[in-house]
Structures are given as structure tokens and as C-alpha cells.
């Protein structure tokens, strides 16, 4: 079965910083992969996403991602990180064979100084 | 467009109760799934429905069982409650194959 690491729980960064967010997953081939973002009391929306073809992918909000097979990595990145950017993000897999079924990573969660 | 849809937001029940979760999808969208997400757990796959037909099931007992209608609306319901099971219910809503779930602001169970 397919798994996903987010080695890190909490991270925080000083506003205006740049940020590195680390998802590794589990799975025999190349899964479909995701990034999530959550805020306090809400549900998840999506920044970005991989399917196939370039390697590095752009989202909303200034987020971008590369994939990296031979790491089995996915990590989420920023260059300058805004306050309303704190939140928990999740990593997340989806494989060709398991329909829409999402597993999660069990999320980083961001605080950003001012 | 309007977005996924769960009612209610929050409600509070009490050990052996039981309790009915509604996602109304986004328009077009055939496929829904739900998520329980807690603390300890993190988000964990509930199940997933398509043109009203169970396709995929996550690792939860039998109390917990879901439906969904012709016009792609969804209910999800849990028997006799423990504590455990309080959490938050995420519903998701996608087209169908396309990987992207476009999710709701979850329902708030509280279990006493």
C-alpha cells in the first residue's frame, strides 16, 4: 500500500523568508501527487498538483513543487513566505488503480513570525 | 460555482446515538468521498462514492456506512457513536478521474 512521510510537524519561519516544505511517499510506481493547504476551521484546498511530464509544478499562492523519482520526493516550496500563509499542509497520493482515493500525509504545520 | 457543501457544520451527540452527514458536491461533479480527520489519526479515507455506487472503502467498521443519490448528493451515517469518534468530516467532491477533490468545510462531530 502507498504511504507518504511529512518529516516535519511544526515549522516556523520568519515572514518574508523562504520555505521548504518535505513529503516523501511509498508507492512501486509514480503515484499522482498533491499538495493541500489547510486553514484554522476549514476545509482543504488544493495548491498544486503533479500528473506527469515537467518536473517542477506551479500553484496558486506562489507555491511550487518538484518531483524527484529517484528521491521519491515531492517537496513544496516558497520564496518568500506571507503571514496568512501559516497553516497545515498536507501531502497527499493518489494511484492510478485506487480511483479518487487520497492518502495523506499527516501534515506540517506553519507559523510565520513577523 | 458553489462549492462542496456539508451540513450540518457542528453538531453534539452523545455515546450510542447515531448520526446522518450530508455533502451536497459541486455541480457536474460525480464522484464523492469522505474523510474523518483527527488529531491522532490525521485524515483517514472513509469511502468514495460514483454515479451512486460504492467504489472505494477505507479500514472503518460497519457502523459507518454511506449513500449516494442520483443527483451525486451524499450521506454519510454512524451507528451507535463512541467517543472516538468525534472528529471532523471532510467531504470531497471531484469529476471523476481527474485526481483534483475540491473539498467542503467539514462537519464538526463532537461525541460526549
Known amino acids: 500500500a502507498q504511504s507518504v512521510t511529512q518529516p516535519d510537524i511544526h515549522i516556523t519561519v520568519s515572514e518574508g523568508a523562504s520555505l521548504e516544505l518535505r513529503c516523501n511517499y511509498s508507492y512501486g510506481a509514480t503515484p499522482y501527487l498533491f499538495w493541500y493547504v489547510q486553514s484554522p476551521g476549514q476545509g482543504l484546498q488544493l495548491l498544486l498538483k503533479?500528473?506527469?511530464?515537467?518536473?517542477l509544478v506551479q500553484g496558486i499562492k506562489g507555491f511550487e513543487a518538484e518531483f524527484k523519482r529517484s528521491q521519491s520526493s515531492f517537496n513544496l516550496r516558497k520564496p518568500s513566505v506571507h503571514w496568512s500563509d501559516a497553516a497545515e499542509y498536507f501531502c497527499?497520493?493518489?494511484?492510478?488503480?485506487?480511483?479518487?482515493?487520497?492518502?495523506f500525509g499527516t501534515g506540517t504545520r506553519l507559523a510565520v513570525r513577523p | 460555482k458553489a462549492g462542496v457543501t456539508q451540513t450540518p457544520r457542528y453538531l453534539i451527540k452523545t455515546r450510542g446515538q447515531q448520526v446522518t452527514l450530508s455533502c451536497s458536491p459541486i455541480?457536474?461533479?460525480?464522484?464523492v468521498s469522505w474523510y474523518q480527520q483527527t488529531p491522532g489519526q490525521g485524515l483517514q479515507f472513509l469511502f468514495e462514492?460514483?454515479?451512486?455506487?460504492?467504489?472505494n472503502k477505507g479500514n472503518f467498521p460497519g457502523r459507518f456506512s454511506g449513500r449516494q443519490f442520483s443527483n451525486s448528493r451524499s450521506e454519510m451515517n454512524v451507528s451507535t457513536l463512541e467517543l472516538g469518534d468525534s472528529a471532523l468530516y471532510l467531504c470531497?467532491?471531484?469529476?471523476?478521474?481527474?485526481?483534483?477533490?475540491?473539498f467542503g468545510e467539514g462537519s464538526r462531530l463532537t461525541v460526549l
Open positions: 462514492y460514483f454515479s451512486e455506487t460504492q467504489r
Open positions: 470531497a467532491s471531484t469529476k471523476g478521474g481527474t485526481g483534483e477533490l475540491f
Open positions: 455541480s457536474g461533479h460525480r464522484s
Open positions: 497527499a497520493v493518489e494511484t492510478k488503480s485506487s480511483g479518487d482515493k487520497l492518502t
Open positions: 503533479y500528473f506527469s511530464g515537467d518536473t
